[in-house]
């Protein structure tokens, strides 16, 4: 908890130091709460309650599991928590990609097959990377003696599908007014890695791009500060993959022509995670 505080304090400090303005404070607030969320396994990892916390299910066993059989037991072990999203997306997760997930009511029964875990409303896990390689390590601003970030640690959190109450004709009035605002704020177009990005018309609004992925669009912002060469990018896109999902991640990374391939990443470590690509998960379910 205390390196929890010293994170909030540094990092409260340097917005009013070196970043001021409301787009620094608000990358500021989201970056704590991002902070908060991923350290409570750490924090709760030797507590009695640490599954139930965190939404870990810990304790799965059975031919719907065998693909990340840790032993005789034919299931992810601890070391794997398992979380269902929705009947096509359930994964285990690594401890050390810092998995969590929406408390749960009370610590879970036997788990024996896929339909005896419950749903989560969401999951958060990190991922690591390369795609900074090189960078020195004085282009991270220091504030009491602690860095106010650690360039390519992705954090990411999907969830089921976000239903727009709208009907298909004013989401398309919707999205008609948000292009032309788009346009009316920004004076061109210019290419990134993959990516089409906006120039934008006022100091202080940050760029957004998209880039095609697989099945989705990929969307996103990023900003960049005078006090360090990293730009901090927030990407929030739904994608038809899984059954429909929500997309969100966020972090700090050399350049922004790094996304696609992040993105990549992510989606191919839910890839690998997933149970429900596995026959003998699928034959379990009901």
């Not at 990929?218 to 929500?246: E, H």
Request: hydrophobic share 35%; glycine share 6%; net charge neutral.
């Amino acid at each position: 908890m205390n390196r929890i505080v010293l994170l909030i304090r540094s990092a409260l400090s340097c917005t009013l130091q070196t970043w001021p303005g409301k787009v620094g404070l608000a990358v500021i607030v989201l970056a704590i709460l991002a902070i908060i969320t991923i350290m409570n396994p750490i924090r709760d990892s030797d507590s009695r309650d640490a599954e139930v916390r965190n939404g870990w299910v810990t304790n799965c066993a059975g031919p719907a599991f065998s693909r990340f059989s840790q032993g005789s037991n034919s299931g992810p072990g601890p070391e794997h928590p398992v979380f269902k999203i929705n009947d096509q997306l359930v994964l285990a997760v690594p401890k050390k990609n810092w998995p969590s997930a929406g408390q749960l009511d009370r610590k879970p029964p036997k788990c024996t097959q896929i339909s005896d875990l419950p749903p989560a409303p969401y999951l958060y896990f990190v991922i690591r990377g390369n795609w900074s390689a090189g960078y020195k390590p004085e282009d991270v601003p220091i504030v009491g003696g602690h860095t106010q970030f650690q360039p390519d640690v992705i954090t990411v959190r999907i969830q089921r599908e976000i239903i727009n109450p709208l009907p298909v004709e004013e989401q398309e009035k919707v999205k008609k007014l948000l292009r032309k605002w788009a346009e009316e704020d920004s004076t061109g177009l210019r290419e990134l890695g993959g990516l089409t990005c906006s120039t934008p018309k006022y100091a202080g609004s940050p760029p957004h791009c998209s880039g095609s992925r697989p099945n989705s669009e990929l969307n996103l912002s990023y900003t960049s500060y005078s006090a360090t060469p990293f730009v901090f990018v927030n990407a929030d896109y739904p994608s038809s993959r899984y059954g429909k999902i929500q997309v969100y991640w966020q972090g700090w990374i050399s350049d922004v022509s790094h996304a696609l391939e992040i993105d990549a990443t992510i989606f191919n470590s839910i890839e690998d995670w997933n149970l429900m690509n596995k026959p003998a998960a699928q034959a379990a379910q009901p």
